[in-house]
T-cell receptor
């Protein structure tokens, strides 16, 4: 199936731990994104990479570090997890043309206890 | 800067009622406009899009028309079903760059 896939779907961990979320797309897109969705469903852009280069880097704690080994993968590593990091994290991808939509993964629900 | 303002919810309708969810935008030039739908426990799915003024996007009985003069992209459906219960997001992509701007989402519940 052609899609944006992210793992794991659920992640439950304790404060202070370090965790990673992986994302892969096989749509041939050149731009990938990480979004955070809070409990009120508000979507906040965190990062975006275009062909492995960081192009969007919003105000996000530096405990969050994205990594793009190639243009089909964008992983998110989070250090020293805090309670406020609990949210759903979505990976997405798009082509570079301005009329191209975002394609989203199914999300990773992170719960920090 | 660019932004999207979306009708606040939640919205509750009876089955077969008419749906309108308002969306207005601020952008320079001619952005592309999108509606996404998020069903419970799932990611956002593209519902429809319009990429230039007066374009009408449509899918699954939903429609939205790109109105440059009123900077709007309202979502409509003539007869909603229980299965349409979801959160709906209006979004724009500027005509340059890779940034997308999302509205705050509107939760729709359709009751039988």
């Amino acid at each position: 199936d052609t899609a944006v896939s992210q793992t794991p779907k659920y992640l439950v961990t304790q404060m202070g731990n370090d965790k990673s979320i992986k994302c892969e797309q096989n749509l041939g897109h050149d731009t990938m994104y990480w979004y955070k969705q809070d409990s009120k469903k508000f979507l906040k852009i965190m990062f975006s990479y275009n062909n492995k280069e960081l192009i969007i880097n919003e105000t996000v704690p530096n405990r969050f570090s994205p990594k793009s080994p190639d243009k089909a993968h964008l992983n998110l590593h989070i250090n020293s997890l805090e309670l406020g990091d609990s949210a759903v994290y979505f990976c997405a991808s798009s082509l570079g043309q301005h009329n191209s939509p975002l394609h989203f993964g199914n999300g990773t629900r992170l719960t920090v206890t | 800067g660019d932004s999207v303002t979306q009708m606040e919810g939640p919205v509750t309708l009876s089955e077969e009622a008419f749906l309108t969810i308002n969306c207005t935008y601020t952008a320079t030039g001619y952005p592309s406009l999108f509606w996404y739908v998020q069903y419970p426990g799932e990611g956002l799915q593209l519902l429809l899009k319009a990429t230039k003024a007066d374009d009408k996007g449509s899918n699954k009985g939903f429609e939205a028309t790109y109105r440059k003069e009123t900077t709007s992209f309202h979502l409509e459906k003539g007869s909603v079903q229980v299965s349409d219960s979801a959160v709906y997001f209006c979004a724009l992509r500027a005509n340059t760059g890779n940034q997308f701007y999302f509205g705050t989402g509107t939760s729709l519940t359709v009751i039988p």
